[in-house]
Structure formats: structure tokens, C-alpha cells
């Protein structure tokens, strides 16, 4: 069973809005647990885009999203957020949910299966 399942990703063209969500699948909560969005685009390798701590107060983000995406916790659902917005075609990947220690580099626990973004131009 996969642990988080993502939603919400799809076509755009250049300078539009996204928001991705993931959530805890049935019977597993990660409340304790920092949660984040990685992304791989077409040909590279993963990469981090951003992560909220447990209790949704503190958030790291890459320097490449800074000041156009957000992330966001909903502890009551068991879910986090990422607001996309300004969207460039060098945006397009495969963006994964991930729960992870904390707000560090270290490699996350779970992953989910993915979800696409394409931003057209």
C-alpha cells in the first residue's frame, strides 16, 4: 500500500496555477512527521522542492520555487498542500510527496507514486 498519495497535478501553460495534495492513505497518519515535495524532471535526476515540519509552522523551500510556490499543512486531514504559482515549462516533472524526519536533508521514509506537471509555453 502505498503510504501518501498525490493529486492535482496537469497541464498549464506559462505563468499559471497548480496545487498539488497529498495525503496520508487509509489507516496510516504521519502527524509526527515532516512532509515534502520532491520533483523529478524529464532526463534528471530528484530533487528536493520544498518541506513543512510536523506540527506546519516552519517550511524549507529550494531556492528555485522560492517566492512562487507554498507549502502547507492540514493536520486535521492528514494532508499537505503545494501551491504552485508564475509556473515555467522549467517546472515540468514528476512531482512526488515524501514524509521525511524533519526539515533537514535527510532522505525521506515514504514516497508516493508521483503525480505530472506539465507547464506549456
Known amino acids: 500500500q502505498v503510504p501518501v498519495v498525490e493529486s492535482g497535478g496537469g497541464l498549464v501553460q506559462t505563468g499559471g496555477s497548480l496545487r498539488l495534495s497529498c495525503a496520508a492513505s487509509?489507516?496510516?497518519?504521519?502527524?509526527?512527521?515532516?512532509m515534502g515535495w520532491y520533483r523529478q524532471p524529464p532526463g534528471k535526476e530528484r530533487e528536493f522542492v520544498a518541506v513543512?515540519?510536523?506540527?506546519?509552522?516552519?517550511?524549507r523551500y529550494a531556492d528555485s520555487v522560492k517566492g512562487r510556490f507554498t507549502i502547507s499543512r492540514d493536520r486535521t486531514k492528514d494532508a499537505i498542500y503545494l501551491q504552485m504559482d508564475s509556473l515555467t515549462p522549467e517546472d515540468t516533472a514528476v512531482y512526488y510527496c515524501?514524509?521525511?524526519?524533519?526539515?533537514?536533508?535527510?532522505?525521506?521514509?515514504?514516497w508516493g507514486q508521483g503525480t505530472q506537471v506539465t507547464v506549456s509555453s
Open positions: 515524501a514524509v521525511q524526519d524533519g526539515l533537514g536533508s535527510q532522505s525521506p521514509r515514504y
Open positions: 513543512i515540519n510536523w506540527s506546519g509552522v516552519n517550511a
Open positions: 487509509e489507516r496510516t497518519s504521519f502527524g509526527n512527521y515532516a
